[in-house]
């Protein structure tokens, strides 16, 4: 479970973080990066009605905080990070959904670094 001063809350966080920040897309999941000057990092989801039921989506949504959690307990740089989960999270297993969240994970913070 992500701390409540690590969730994205408002609208305007979101928004920001999706037009301002890097964009990796994966065959599960597309995540948004954004550096910001002030700790700590912070994550929020979107997960729509076209990936499933509501039970889908929620099962969804909790291996992506908890994948969202381990990641920001490792990285030092203060982040927001939106994950916006595709209708394919549904379909493939958990070890996809992992893999392609550590895969967009790293090449997030690379671009970052480069930019």
Avoid at 48 to 60: C, D, F, I, L
Wanted: glycine fraction near 2%; charged fraction near 25%; aromatic fraction near 4%.
């Amino acid at each position: 479970m992500l701390p409540a001063d690590a969730r994205l809350r408002s609208s305007d966080d979101f928004r920001a973080t999706v037009r301002r920040g890097v964009r990796v897309s994966r065959q599960t999941l597309v995540l948004h990066a954004l550096r910001t000057p002030r700790p700590p990092a912070r994550a929020g989801f979107v997960v729509s009605k076209a990936v499933g039921n509501a039970v889908t989506r929620n099962r969804v949504k909790r291996q992506l905080r908890h994948l969202t959690a381990e990641a920001l307990a490792t990285t030092t740089t203060p982040l927001d990070v939106v994950v916006r989960a595709l209708p394919a999270a549904s379909a493939q297993p958990a070890t996809t959904l992992r893999a392609d969240f550590w895969s967009a994970w790293d090449q997030s913070l690379h671009r970052l670094e480069a930019a």
